[in-house]
């Protein structure tokens, strides 16, 4: 059985030119090119900006299916592309998953990325 690793918090970058966030793991800001970035540590609270189900999943991702995949918004303003994994009001977020449903930060696995559950 692969060992999977797991992040439990959520990071990113802060460019110190211009102040924008991003979780991507870049070298420059994608904002105004500058490379004074710094290492930003983001609280994990956010919610749903918008997302699809994806019944039949690709590659490693295909024993997921169905799954949820979203761009959640962090309460910081920047966006992330994330997996939805959870239950909300008692029915699995593949049937209950909506607009603004408010996500935590739950994981970050090396082969799937960001992992949220409903907050
Ligand atoms: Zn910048």
Redesign the pocket.
């Known amino acids: 059985m692969a060992e999977i690793m797991e992040a439990h918090s959520l990071t990113g970058k802060k460019?110190k030119?211009?102040g924008?966030e991003a979780t991507d793991p870049v070298v420059s800001?994608t904002?105004?090119g500058?490379e004074e970035v710094e290492v930003k540590t983001f609280s994990g609270k956010g919610k749903v900006y918008t997302y699809t189900v994806v019944h039949v999943g690709f590659g490693h991702l295909a024993p997921k299916a169905p799954y949820v995949l979203a761009v959640v918004e962090l309460e910081e303003g920047a966006k992330t592309m994330s997996i939805i994994e959870g239950e909300y009001q008692g029915k699995p977020v593949t049937e209950s998953i909506a607009i603004d449903m408010p996500v935590l930060f739950d994981r970050t696995e090396t082969s799937t990325g960001f992992i949220f559950k409903p907050a």
Do not use: I
């Open positions: 460019c030119s211009c924008f800001c904002n105004c500058s």
